[in-house]
């Protein structure tokens, strides 16, 4: 029986591993080729404080979780620069280093010999030898793991992972600090492999570094991606099986060395066929009974000023919302914008036309600090947020949409919007997991809210469906209805009517006079001089990166050198 | 028999459609424009012209023969050449290079040598440029080069992507000049995408107007000069 | 202690040589096709084990075991490409996606070589081993044959990318995908021809090392590894960038030994890479990107 | 959806098969005497594995064919460490001792029999180590090495570099592990009594292939003799480059195969060591009825490896296990071995050894068998000296 037990252990462990792993991969959509680093670091630092120091059990286990924990935060700062090709690359020799350490420093690791005579843990008066003894304590961890790891991915902190998965720009553009979560979120799956590194130290009592190479990192990448990422549902059936199903195989009567490479062979295998004809996994993210969510739900009465969440403190004073004074940027020789001031009055539609390549969209990358202006100033209700980070003026009410709409493709069209809506204490792990009641009543509240911002764009009953599965029309609808979520009182829309049908164009510049006249102040990028007349008070002619003319759309159309711009001039 | 003609072209990027149906026809010695405001769909009814992408549904005869199917390279060796509307120069690679990369398609190395000359007169500034890197050109030098690129694989149908994007007016007449006297003295037959409607039209027998991925407009270019006005459509 | 710094420089030229030639091989093939081709190991391991048995057991000499290490890499790199990464650009598999199937493929493929020909290590016979000292510095008659034979290949290499038609429509690609498709080069195509030489080249590079160590199933992964440094250390996209990256790993590692016991050299190279990543992420001599 | 519950569907279908493969053991009246074996059967070391089983095999086939052990025939069960890997050495000790139920288990390495060792404890099985030779091994419960280890020899490799070479600076090259840091310590130690002075200490990874660093540092130190402290292939490894790259000083070691002896070649020559050896062409007559039996096995000479695990089955458990038999007790039974085992130390038992002689198992688990100093002449090793009461007494 205690064979069978342990397999079940180690079943137990690789489901701690992989659900902190899924947890950065899957949600995070960081690729992390050091996980087994992080468990090594983990079980040695548990071995060394239980063996030299004598900690007792409990104690051994939060020195493991501080270590993982702590060491994840420094590998994070540079894995913040990379993406890609390059995460994978850093991670992969961050591994190597660390396992060069641990063969290598001889003095502290003993290198290849290994760490023997760890003490068994004791519990309750009870010392723990067996792996029926110490099945309670992993299945425990285990479920503690997943019940973290869960309550972490299914909340609205989950929700900004998986924002910032699948669109890194859009996510600081709804005033999300990319950089918070992500440090975050390698703190977190560092620690809970901490959690297995330490009862896996004490439960084998002899660790080296064999258990943390390279292959085992390799190995639980695979676990996750073929139980399923962003579900950790799926982590636990590929633990189960790529774990437990192989240790069958032993009472075969083969050749072990014959069975073992048959078992990676099967594996490798699972692995390509998997990639070319089921990429999701087992398990895939939106499973069966996963997606009804906000459906079916009477949506609320949508009035207008009902449904418009304000971030800020209220503004009223007069004078306009946002003033930009003499910006200065330039691409090599190109200068996009040159001593460029503007000023969007409140309460008002403001466009900035102008012919292709003219730097409409430099401007608002500049006002929002996507781009950093090398001279000028931009001050939102009269407070200089020149130099702030572009989340930052998200959060101070300042918010901008994107030409080709960046949705978050694989959210369900209401998680794309509630994920926007400011001040969620369930992305905070304080409140997530200690006031879990004021988190729930936020949620409720929140996804009212976000259900009354599809309500307004008339797509609540699209709620429930996968982002990427909407016409482009109706993404474009979700985006502004992810805009108005951030309850930012100026919205910059990067040409909110490009790229859909007339009847399209029609909704979306009612949507806007409506946001106008609830008393948001709106900046449109347009191309469209229709449009702009159809909806602005006021328009900015812009040329290679200056204003060169303003006033009513109407009186713009009416200026033939204008014309000549954007027309291009009559050759004689 | 039009030089080019396309039928029901509908394409897109992965699963999102941009282009609903597009019908034209390029007689051969024709210049047309393409014209819209962004995100029409311009572009990419040329990429798919060109074969960059695939043809979700539709037809593209060239010279009486369909290409729907085909590469993007068994295109080029019939003659058709794409341009495209950035990135239109190897810029870590030399200026000289470029140019043999130009005429890729041309088996002959002969042909491709007296090419070369002919190109080499006509765009000078690239004969002094040889050794450079492209990258280090100027805007308005990359953009010649990028066009003798084209003309060295001797095409028939040129598509042009914006090639006035990002220059100087002086410039862009200067392109457009060029534009017109290649069509002329090579008999060679272009579909342009251009913003700059009067530029266009000072130079386009013909002009289409797209608007959110299907054409609003067709008429002549004479034509529509007369109109005076074009806010509406643009 | 100048003729020990004159003797690890040597050695770190040498070994750096062999290692400009892996990353080439690598990295002419991520440059073009951008995938992250982790199955390139299994290319090595396929292609020497070809050559052990054609030298060990049917007795071909030694140039003809080269020749044939050559031709089984370059076909086992073709047919990588069309049977494996081909399919999944078809479906639009993520770039992630296909650098895990590359890792099942190599899992998959070393456990297959383990079941065919066995755990236990074999040796390439065939090549006298003996001693050339130069003045201070001393070195082996692989050595020799690894200095030279990797630069003969690499300035080949150079030389065929700069100067043919073919090879310049590689950088074409390698520069600018899109527009190579435009002026009428078929990228598929080019994929497979890069695929076929950086495969013929690993395997080279795959025989040299065998003349000095045994070759078991899983040698491929260490040189591979030793490859992705040397590109991401010169930058990506950069063949000078690969050699030069290759030279800088192979001084590092041995120059370390002025004040680092030996057996730190595997950890070096990877502490090397790991501050190039974080203080230089495009490498070397990267082209930089947004 | 479908298409999930499809997957999930076909996963359930391969665990079903899995199980259904797995056969149920069958129920016999008088089972065979499982012994456990814990090898690395992939990886690196497979060829170790592969030897050690063969010498255990060997044995067992002997004695089934005798019609076993008082009637008691012996099974040999095998799990694989893959070359080190103790999580997979402590999951096939786990299915040993709980599924199987074996009284004893032959092992192999360091790491892998440390991991194992507190399980055999908690079974109360025996566990028996010809392979491994770290220090580590010493002093551990359950736990008897027949193989002594390499700080035990390396004392008389720097005795043999003094008095026949008058070393005065001796450099070291070892493995970077129990093994390799043990003979360091012990030629460091015995350096400091015997007047020698260790210039250089170059700790190498296991398998390292290349040494140039670790050379060229060791001849800036310019040493009289060149001690090893590594094993297997790397000795060969080692001889060919530290001699490319131009050192001419001896080496010396603890270690030599026929597989390091082929990687050398000519270089090997003059390599001398000190070491407990197995000679397949020396020994007594239990000694050539071993190698003529594995020749014919195998054709090929038995490795020591194989020799170790033939002795454990064939030279002590044997005779362990007719004892328990004649008292009447079962064998097969966990703790019956190893209680035997324990009664025949404490009373200075010796077991015959197919080195020639004897052997003296201590109890701290540490074994004396005949000692000798070797040299490669050729490519075989010639005795030239012969260690009595801790003295070399060189052979003319």
Redesign the interface.
């Known amino acids: 029986m205690d064979f069978w037990l342990h397999v079940v252990n180690m079943i137990g462990l690789f489901i701690m591993l992989g659900v902190s792993l899924n947890l950065l991969l899957g949600y995070g959509g960081l690729v992390s080729m050091a996980q087994a680093a992080f468990f090594g670091v983990g079980a040695y630092a548990a071995a060394l404080s239980a063996r030299d120091l004598g900690l007792p059990f409990p104690l051994t286990l939060v020195v493991a979780i501080v270590v993982t924990t702590l060491l994840a935060g420094v590998v994070t700062f540079p894995a913040l620069r990379v993406r890609g090709e390059y995460l994978i690359l850093l991670t992969l020799a961050f591994q190597m280093v660390i396992y060069g350490l641990m063969l290598s420093w001889v003095d502290l690791t003993a290198g290849r010999t290994g760490i023997s005579g760890i003490p068994r843990p004791r519990l309750f008066g009870k010392t723990l030898v067996t792996p029926a003894e110490f099945l309670p304590l992993i299945a425990a961890g285990a479920l503690v793991t997943f019940a973290i790891a869960y309550r972490i991915g299914e909340s609205p902190l989950g929700r900004v992972l998986k924002a910032m998965r699948d669109d890194e720009t859009a996510t600081l553009a709804i005033g999300k600090s990319v950089l918070r979560y992500k440090v975050l979120v390698f703190c977190v799956s560092g620690g809970l492999a901490g959690v297995a590194a330490g009862l896996f130290a004490h439960y084998q009592a002899f660790i080296n570094p064999f258990s943390f190479n390279l292959d085992r990192s390799i190995f639980l990448v695979a676990l996750v991606v073929l139980g399923g990422t962003g579900n950790l549902l799926g982590t636990v059936a590929g633990a189960i099986l790529f774990v437990g199903l192989p240790e069958v195989l032993r009472f075969l009567q083969a050749r072990q060395d014959i069975v073992d490479a048959i078992r990676n062979l099967v594996f490798g295998l699972l692995l390509v066929l998997f990639m070319r004809f089921r990429p999701e996994g087992l398990v895939p993210e939106h499973a069966r009974g996963r997606r009804r969510q906000g459906v079916g739900q009477p949506a609320p009465a949508v009035s207008v000023t009902g449904i418009l969440p304000s971030a800020g403190p209220a503004h009223d004073g007069a004078g306009p919302a946002l003033v930009a004074q003499g910006l200065r940027k330039s691409f090599g020789g190109i200068k996009a914008a040159d001593d460029l001031s503007l000023a969007l009055p409140r309460g008002k539609v403001t466009a900035l036309v102008g012919p292709n390549g003219a730097g409409k969209t430099t401007v608002f990358n500049l006002l929002t600090g996507f781009l950093a202006a090398e001279a000028g100033t931009v001050s939102l209700q009269g407070e200089d947020i020149t130099r702030l980070a572009p989340w930052r003026t998200v959060r101070l009410g300042l918010a901008r949409s994107f030409q080709d709409v960046r949705l978050f493709e694989r959210m369900t069209v209401l998680d794309n919007v509630l994920v926007a809506l400011p001040e969620q204490p369930g992305e905070r792990l304080g409140p997530l997991f200690f006031a879990p009641r004021r988190t729930a009543e936020a949620e409720r509240r929140n996804r009212d809210q976000a259900l009354g911002s599809l309500a307004f764009v008339g797509l609540a009953d699209r709620a429930g469906e996968i982002a990427s599965s909407l016409a482009f029309g109706e993404q474009k609808l979700v985006a502004l209805a992810r805009l108005i979520a951030t309850g930012a009182d100026v919205l910059l829309l990067d040409e909110p009517a490009s790229g859909v049908d007339l009847q399209w164009v029609r909704r979306i510049l009612g949507l806007i006079r409506q946001l106008a006249a609830a008393g948001k102040t709106v900046c449109i990028v347009e191309h469209n001089l229709e449009v702009v007349t159809a909806v602005a008070d006021h328009a900015y002619f812009m040329e290679a990166g200056r204003i060169i003319a303003e006033g009513r759309p109407e009186e713009l159309m009416a200026d033939p050198r204008l014309a000549d711009i954007y027309f291009g001039t009559s050759r004689r | 028999m039009s030089l080019l003609a396309v039928e029901g072209l509908a394409t897109g990027y992965a699963k999102k459609q941009i282009v609903f149906g597009v019908d034209l026809r390029v007689e051969a010695g024709e210049i047309v424009a393409l014209m819209g405001h962004n995100g029409a769909g311009k572009t990419t009814s040329l990429k798919a012209i060109a074969g960059l992408l695939p043809l979700w549904s539709g037809g593209i005869i060239f010279d009486g023969e369909p290409i729907g199917q085909a590469t993007s390279a068994a295109r080029v060796r019939r003659g058709l050449s794409l341009v495209p509307q950035e990135r239109f120069v190897f810029a870590d690679l030399t200026v000289a290079d470029n140019l043999e990369l130009g005429a890729f398609s041309v088996a002959d190395p002969t042909i491709a040598a007296a090419q070369r000359e002919k190109v080499l007169t006509l765009l000078p500034v690239l004969a002094e440029r040889r050794r450079q890197l492209a990258g280090t050109l100027s805007g308005g030098e990359q953009r010649m080069l990028g066009l003798g690129m084209a003309l060295m694989r001797r095409p028939r149908l040129l598509l042009l992507d914006e090639p006035s994007l990002g220059l100087a007016p002086l410039l862009v007449e200067r392109i457009m000049e060029t534009i017109r006297d290649i069509a002329r003295h090579d008999n060679l037959t272009v579909l342009l995408v251009e913003q700059n409607v009067r530029h266009a039209l000072a130079i386009a027998q013909r002009v289409y107007i797209m608007r959110t991925g299907r054409l609003i407009v067709e008429e002549t270019g004479a034509a529509m000069a007369a109109r005076g006005e074009w806010w509406d459509l643009f | 202690?100048l003729?020990?710094a004159a003797?690890?420089a040597t050695?770190g030229l040498?070994?750096g040589s062999l290692y400009a030639l892996l990353g080439v091989s690598w990295g002419l093939i991520f440059a073009t096709t951008k995938i992250?081709h982790f199955a390139h190991a299994l290319t090595l391991t396929v292609a020497v084990y070809a050559a052990v048995l054609a030298v060990g057991q049917w007795g071909w000499g030694l140039p003809a075991g080269f020749l044939l290490a050559a031709v089984v890499g370059c076909l086992f790199g073709v047919a990588t490409e069309r049977v494996?990464y081909r399919?999944?650009r078809r479906?639009?598999?993520?770039?992630?996606?296909?650098?895990?199937?590359s890792?099942?493929?190599?899992?998959?493929?070393?456990?297959?070589v383990?079941?065919v020909f066995?755990?236990?290590?074999r040796?390439l016979p065939g090549f006298p081993?003996?001693?050339?000292?130069l003045g201070p510095v001393?070195?082996?008659?692989v050595?020799g044959l690894w200095l030279a034979g990797s630069w003969a290949l690499l300035l080949l290499l150079i030389a065929w990318l700069w100067w043919t038609?073919y090879g310049?429509?590689i950088?074409?690609v390698a520069?600018?995908r899109?527009?190579?498709?435009?002026?009428?080069?078929?990228p598929?195509?080019m994929s497979l021809l890069v695929f076929g030489i950086g495969s013929a080249l690993v395997g080279l590079g795959g025989m040299l090392l065998a003349l000095?160590?045994?070759v078991?199933p899983?040698i491929g992964v260490q040189p591979v590894?030793t490859a992705?440094?040397a590109v991401?250390l010169g930058g990506?996209g950069s063949i000078p960038g690969a050699v030069l990256g290759g030279l800088v790993l192979g001084l590092a590692?041995?120059m370390?030994?002025l004040l680092l016991?030996?057996?730190?050299?595997?950890?070096i190279?990877?502490?090397v890479?790991?501050s190039v990543?974080?203080f230089r992420?495009s490498g070397l001599l990267g082209?930089r990107t947004r | 959806m479908r298409g999930n519950r499809l997957w999930v569907g076909m996963s359930l279908v391969m665990m079903a098969g899995w199980a259904v493969l797995a056969p149920p053991a069958p129920a016999e009246a008088q089972e065979p005497v499982k012994l456990g074996m814990i090898l690395a059967m992939t990886g690196p070391g497979a060829f170790y594995g592969q030897v050690m089983s063969r010498g255990a095999q060997l044995a067992v086939d002997q004695i089934n064919k005798a019609g076993g052990i008082g009637g008691r025939r012996l099974q040999i069960l095998i799990e694989d460490h893959k070359s080190g890997d103790a999580d997979a050495a402590v999951t096939g000790a786990r299915k040993l001792l709980d599924v199987d139920k074996v009284p004893v288990i032959l092992t192999s390495y360091s790491a892998p029999t440390l991991a194992i060792q507190p399980l055999a404890v908690e079974k109360k099985v025996l566990l028996l180590n010809g392979g491994g030779v770290g220090s580590v091994l010493v002093g551990k419960r359950n736990l008897y090495n027949t193989r002594m280890l390499s700080s035990q020899t390396a004392p008389f490799v720097v005795q043999w570099a003094v008095s026949r070479h008058s070393a005065k600076r001796v450099a070291t090259l070892f493995w970077n592990d129990a093994a390799g840091q043990g003979v360091n310590g012990a030629i460091k130690e015995a350096c400091g009594k015997l007047g020698c002075q260790v210039v250089a200490e170059e700790p190498h990874d296991i398998g390292a292939k290349s040494y140039s660093a670790q050379i060229a540092r060791i001849k800036a130190a310019r040493p009289d003799v060149l001690a090893l402290g590594s094993f297997g292939d790397d000795v060969g490894y080692i001889l060919t480059q530290a001699r490319a790259y131009g050192i001419t000083v001896p080496i010396l070691g603890v270690d030599w195969t026929p597989n390091a002896q082929k990687i050398g070649g000519k270089t090997m020559e003059g390599y001398a060591i000190a070491v407990d050896r197995f000679d397949p062409a020396a020994g007594d007559d239990k000694t050539k009825a071993f190698v003529e039996a594995y020749k014919a096995a195998h054709k090929d000479s038995p490795e020591f490896y194989a020799a170790n695990y033939y002795e454990h089955v064939e030279l002590i458990l044997r005779p362990l296990m007719k004892r328990i038999l004649d008292r009447g007790g079962d064998p097969a039974k966990q703790g019956e071995l190893l209680g035997e085992m324990e009664r025949a130390l404490s009373a200075r038992l010796k077991f015959a050894s197919v080195y020639g002689g004897d052997m003296q198992i201590h109890p701290d688990g540490t074994v004396s068998k005949p000692l000798g100093v070797y040299d490669v002449k050729g490519d075989a090793l010639t005795l030239i000296g012969r260690i009595v009461d801790g003295k070399i007494q060189a052979r003319p």
Request: contains cysteine; glycine residues 10%.
């Open positions: 202690m003729a020990l003797q690890l050695n040498i070994s992250f494996v399919p999944l479906v639009n598999a993520t770039s992630l996606n296909i650098f895990l199937a890792l099942g493929l190599l899992i998959a493929g070393e456990s297959a383990l079941i066995g755990p236990q290590a040796d081993i003996s001693g050339i000292a001393a070195f082996t008659t050595e038609r310049r429509a950088r074409a520069s600018n899109e527009l190579a498709q435009c002026v009428g080069i078929d598929e195509r000095r160590d045994t078991s899983t590894l992705f440094i991401f990506i590692e041995n370390g030994g016991p030996g057996h730190w050299q595997g950890v190279a990877f502490v890479l790991f990543l974080v992420p082209v």
